[in-house]
C-alpha cells in the first residue's frame, strides 16, 4: 500500500507517530476520530455483500471491524514489520484467544515457566481441560526447550523480557528450533515494545502485545494487539469476532493517542531503568536486581543481540523478605503502588500483588519469584528523582526493620 512505501525507511519514532495514518480522516481531522457506530449502513445491496465477504474495503458491525480500530492495528502492524494485525479487549484476550483459535484437542504447546501469571494459568488451568498438551520448561535452559520442541508441538509460545524476574530467551536460537519442528513461534512482545525489539524480524510467526502496558502507556485504556502472519491473524480475528472480545473504539483513540509519544518515552525509560539498576545493584539494602541491561544478567548478551534497548522494568529483592517490602513500598513517594506496568508515572509492588496474584507463595517460588521481590516500572519522572526516592525509602524501611 502507499502509505506502508512512503514510511519505507522511517525511523520508529516517526513511525509511532505516522503509521497507519496516511489516508485522511473524516472531515479532513488531523486526529484519528473515534467512531462510536455499532453499525455502518448501505444503500447499495451488492456493496454491502461485498464489504461483509470483505472484497471491498469498509465495515459492517462494531464486533467486528471498526475505523478508529483499524488504524491502531494497522500502526502495530507497520511498527513491528508485520503482513496483518487484529485487537482485542485486553492483552489476555489477546494472547487466550491466540491459543484457543490455534490449538485443538490432542495438540502440544511448549512454553516456559516464567511467562506472565495469566498466561500460565491458561496453560496450567484451561489448556489441559480441552485435551491440548502443554510443557513448561525452565526458562533459561535454551538446550531442554529445543529438546522438547524437537518432540513436536502445535506451539512454542515465548515471553521476553520475562514478567517479573526480567529473563531473557535467544529469539533466533528458538524460533528456529519451533520452525524445524513444524510449529508456530509466538512471542509475546509487551515488555520491549516494537521500540526495543521486532521478534517477527527474527523470524516469529506472530506477536502479541498488552497494549495496556507500554503502548498505551498512560494506564487509562485496556487493550491487546496480535500482528504477524497473515494466515494465522485472520485465523485468530475469525475467533474473536465470534468470541466477542472486540476492543472498544474509545480505548483504541487512547491507545493510539499514547503510541505517539512510544518512543520518546521508551527511549527515556530505558535510559533511566539502566541507570536506577546499577544503582540498586551497589545499595546494600538490595538482594539482588534483575534487569537485562546488567552485564551481571546472566542473559546479558542475547538481550543486546536481539534488544535496541532493555526496557523499562527491573525488578529487585530486598534484604529482610517481604517484611522489608511492605515496610519499603508505602515509603515510595513518587511510585504509584498498583497492578500495572509501562505507564507514564513509576509504578512498583510485589509479584504476589500484581503479575503472579494467582499463585500461591508456594507456586511463586516454584518458578523463582522470592516474596522479597519487587517489581518497579520506570515511568517518564526524572531519574534523579527516583533515585532519591528509592534511596530514601529503602533507608527507612532498613531502620524500620532493623
Known amino acids: 500500500m502507499a502509505e506502508d512505501r512512503e514510511l519505507r525507511g522511517a525511523q520508529q519514532g516517526t513511525q509511532a507517530v505516522w503509521a497507519g495514518e496516511g489516508k485522511s480522516h473524516w472531515q479532513r481531522s488531523t486526529q484519528v476520530p473515534v467512531v462510536q457506530s455499532v453499525s455502518f449502513g448501505y444503500r447499495d445491496l451488492d456493496e454491502w455483500y461485498e464489504v461483509a465477504l470483505g472484497e471491498r474495503e469498509g465495515h459492517i458491525y462494531g464486533r467486528n471491524t471498526n475505523p478508529t480500530v483499524q488504524v491502531l492495528e494497522e500502526k502495530i502492524r507497520l511498527l513491528e514489520g508485520a503482513q496483518a494485525a487484529t485487537s482485542f479487549a485486553t492483552g489476555m484476550a489477546a494472547i487466550s484467544s491466540t491459543l484457543f483459535a490455534l490449538l485443538s484437542p490432542g495438540d502440544r504447546v511448549v512454553s516456559i515457566k516464567d511467562t506472565y501469571g495469566g498466561t500460565s494459568k491458561i496453560f496450567l488451568e484451561f489448556l489441559p481441560r480441552f485435551g491440548i498438551k502443554v510443557e513448561l520448561c525452565d526458562t533459561g535452559d535454551f538446550d531442554a526447550i529445543e529438546r522438547e520442541v524437537a518432540k513436536g508441538c502445535k506451539i512454542l509460545y515465548l515471553e521476553t523480557p520475562t514478567n517479573p524476574t526480567l529473563k531473557v530467551l535467544d529469539l533466533p536460537r528458538l524460533i528456529g528450533a519451533a520452525h ?208 532519591a526516592d528509592l534511596d530514601a525509602a529503602l533507608r527507612a524501611a532498613r531502620l524500620a526493620t532493623s
Open 180 to 387: 524445524r519442528a513444524g510449529a508456530i513461534a509466538v512471542v509475546d512482545n509487551t515488555f520491549a515494545t516494537p521500540i526495543n525489539q521486532n521478534p517477527i524480524a527474527l523470524a516469529a510467526d506472530l506477536v502479541v502485545h498488552s497494549a495496556t502496558k507500554f503502548l498505551g502507556g498512560h494506564a487509562d485504556a485496556l487493550g491487546g494487539l496480535l500482528c504477524g502472519r497473515g494466515d494465522l491473524v485472520d485465523a485468530v480475528f475469525h475467533f474473536r469476532e465470534i468470541s466477542g472480545a472486540t476492543l472498544h473504539p474509545e480505548a483504541a483513540y487512547l491507545i493510539l493517542r499514547g503510541m505517539k509519544t512510544l518512543s520518546l518515552r521508551v527511549r527515556h525509560q530505558n535510559e533511566s531503568a539502566l541507570r536506577i539498576a546499577r544503582f540498586l545493584a551497589a545499595h546494600p539494602a538490595i538482594d539482588q536486581v534483575y534487569y537485562p541491561g546488567l552485564e551481571s544478567h546472566p542473559h546479558h548478551d542475547a538481550a543486546a543481540r536481539q534488544m535496541r534497548g532493555f526496557g523499562g522494568v527491573m525488578s529487585f529483592s530486598l534484604k529482610g523478605g517481604f517484611e522489608a517490602v511492605r515496610s519499603f513500598l508505602p515509603k515510595l513517594r513518587y511510585a504509584h503502588l498498583a497492578a500495572n506496568l509501562g505507564s507514564v508515572e513509576t509504578i512498583a509492588g510485589p509479584p504476589r500483588t500484581t503479575s503472579h496474584v494467582e499463585l500461591t507463595e508456594e507456586g511463586r517460588r516454584a518458578l523463582g519469584i522470592p516474596e522479597s521481590l519487587v517489581r518497579y516500572s520506570v515511568g517518564i519522572e526524572d531519574t534523579d528523582d527516583l533515585i
